[in-house]
């Protein structure tokens, strides 16, 4: 008759396989650029107003230039080809009690190839006291972590911070 | 690929900027076995070593057998068993895709015992999952690996597991028409089979306890026929009891202190409960029509069972006491052998239906019937403790052969368990204590 298991006495060290790469701080893409710009603009406009002795800015001063207001963001096509790589990553446990209801969220950040520099479980508290919360909330951070995701490099300050929200009971109703 | 809803297409893009997030939902997934990888344990010897490799197999047999999981072929594998004594070097798994994977090493402190230390590993984030250290005699390692399997299924599926469980049920052999019937038990995998009568008495219908260390059974003999209670650990058995008629179909209640019965008397049959302490019957049933196959709820206040009173073959749902009867299946076709399953959220049974036997599950209130099996004859659904897995008895006329299935409660992976000869009417145990 086998023995209750007793976690082992010393258990292996955890530590990370690989050293993370360095973050990439490159701040020379278009839209980095585009937004020094902007800022530098807005501080050129605004420093006369505050000269001492001078009435309110006008409008047609102090608003942006027109060719530079229009965010940069991903297409909704964009959105959908990444939501699409990454559902096709999740692999869900269909088993875990509970978890038509569920709802877990990511924070990922990416490095500008795409690999993913860090994930954070949201609702680290729930994650620890939680099984069937921290079954689904692993798998999905193995989705993120096993997914070699296809981005539009140029557009890397939109997409270098996310957060995946992974709702397994609208991928069971479907 | 699982389908996604309509209205949880929802994609949000925060407007650009430095800090800017996207935000997206992920509402669609894939349903596949887990890739994992399960290394040969390490060991200090010749001895060890091979005890390390049989434990490896054992668990990569029973999570291949789940259907959940797919085992990554070893040849694959770059690390040796005495290097993963450490921290595994994740970057040599993460290419063969193994999303799990499985480590442990075996020593033996004496003569008569082992220790087996097992980790679980999550490949891509580079964490352990589990850690754990058993300590047993040396005969015990098989065991270990079942118990090794349940921990790493509940951690990397979110159910629990059901591998460290028994089978027990009616071994066959000999022509049709003068067969012998032995009780047997099993590990769920097949392993360490044993016959637990000699076949001189025909047996039928076994169920383990709860407790998993008695069976009750019935026993078709003269002048009459009889349940017995069988003590696994002692192979003594004893009568339950005299009771009027014949009764047959033994059901535990889940806490183990009660027994459903049916019993046939004067062409009539009836459901009756039976204290296993007071040795006191109850009838439920006092139907004109033939009520049978009762089997109780997990929580023990409900009791499915067999009736033809509204013409055909139906299953109906009653109190423990016998009270607020209801009907649940209402589907063409005649339906039998209901068990509710371990878990609650539903019932098993046998359906005969366009000339063909079904085994199929419904919600206890019979709603979302679906047929899972078809075939010339299937019959007698028990569930694992997980309420996941359904075996039962499949008889192939073309063969001539009658053995046991286990099939998914998704309809997949259905399997035949290995036994040396024909059987029929399994019931599985709960967990081992």
């Known amino acids: 008759m086998a023995a209750r298991p007793k976690p082992p006495a010393k258990p292996a060290p955890q530590k990370k396989a690989e050293p993370s790469p360095a973050p990439v701080a490159k701040d020379d893409n278009d839209f980095n650029a585009l937004l020094r710009s902007v800022e530098q603009q807005n501080r050129r406009v605004e420093a006369p107003e505050r000269r001492p002795g001078t009435g309110n800015a006008t409008a047609e001063r102090t608003a942006p230039p027109a060719a530079v207001a229009a965010p940069v963001a991903l297409s909704a096509s964009e959105l959908a080809g990444i939501r699409r790589q990454i559902e096709r990553c999740w692999n869900v446990p269909i088993g875990v009690p509970g978890i038509e209801a569920m709802r877990v969220s990511l924070r990922i950040q990416l490095e500008a190839d795409g690999s993913v520099r860090e994930v954070s479980i949201e609702e680290s508290g729930r994650f620890d006291a939680d099984h069937g919360f921290r079954t689904v909330a692993e798998s999905a951070r193995r989705a993120v972590l096993s997914c070699r ?14 957060v995946l929200t992974f709702s397994p009971g609208d991928a069971l109703s479907g | 690929m699982l389908a996604g809803s309509a209205a949880g297409l929802g994609l949000l893009a925060m407007p650009g900027g430095a800090g800017a997030q996207v935000r997206l939902d992920i509402t669609k997934g894939v349903v596949e076995p887990i890739p994992i990888a399960i290394s040969p344990f390490a060991g200090d010897d010749v001895g060890t070593r091979d005890i390390g490799l049989a434990v490896a197999d054992v668990i990569a047999a029973n999570l291949e057998s789940s259907g959940l999981f797919r085992v990554i072929d070893r040849r694959a594998y770059i690390q040796d068993p005495e290097s993963l004594r450490q921290t595994p070097r994740f970057a040599e798994w993460r290419p063969i895709n193994a999303q799990a994977l499985v480590t442990g090493a075996v020593s033996r402190p004496a003569a008569d015992r082992l220790v087996i ?15 754990l ?76 306890a709860p407790d998993g260390r008695r069976v009750a059974y019935f026993v078709l003999r003269t002048p009459v026929p009889q349940i017995m209670m069988l003590d696994l650990a002692t192979g003594r058995t004893s009568p339950l009891g005299e009771f009027p008629g014949m009764s047959f179909t033994p059901r535990f209640a889940p806490d183990g202190s009660v027994l459903l019965l049916t019993v046939a008397r004067d062409g009539n049959s009836d459901i009756f409960s039976f204290d296993t302490a007071t040795r006191r019957t109850t009838q439920l049933t006092q139907s004109p029509a033939i009520d049978t196959s009762p089997s109780f709820s997990p929580r023990g206040d409900r009791i499915v069972f067999n009736s033809d009173r509204g013409g055909t073959p139906q299953l109906y749902t009653m109190n423990r006491d016998g009270s607020n009867v209801q009907r649940i299946s209402f589907g063409s076709g005649r339906y039998g052998s209901p068990a509710w399953s371990p878990r609650g959220d539903l019932i098993a049974f046998t359906k005969i239906q366009g000339g063909y036997f079904h085994i199929g599950i419904m919600e206890p209130d019979g709603a979302n019937e679906r047929l899972l099996t078809r075939s010339f004859l299937d019959e007698s659904p028990a569930w694992a403790p997980n309420g996941r897995i359904i075996v039962f008895t499949r008889e192939n006329p073309q063969t001539d052969r009658t053995r046991l299935m286990t099939i998914d409660i998704t309809g997949y992976n259905e399997r035949e368990l290995p036994t040396p000869l024909d059987a029929s009417d399994p019931a599985w145990s709960g967990l081992i204590p």
């Not at chain 2, 679980?120 to 589990?130: A, E, N, P």
């Not at chain 2, 066959?172 to 637990?196: I, Y």
């Open chain 2, 133 to 208: 250290r058993y300590e047993l005699a040396a005969d015990g390692w098989r065991r270990v690996a079942h118990q090794i399997s349940d921990v790493t299924y509940e951690r990397l599926t979110g159910e629990a597991g059901y591998f460290d469980t028994r089978i027990v049920y009616v071994s066959e052999s000999g022509p049709r028409t003068r067969r012998v019937k032995r009780l047997a038990v099993m590990d769920q995998d097949g392993a360490n089979h044993r016959f637990l009568t000699d076949g001189g008495q025909l047996v039928l219908t076994p169920q383990i």
């Open chain 2, 117 to 131: 230390e097992f980790r679980l590993w999550d490949v891509f984030s580079g964490s352990q999952l589990r850690g």
């Open chain 1, 149 to 162: 995701l296809d981005l539009p490099a140029e557009k890397y300050a939109v997409w270098r911070d996310m």
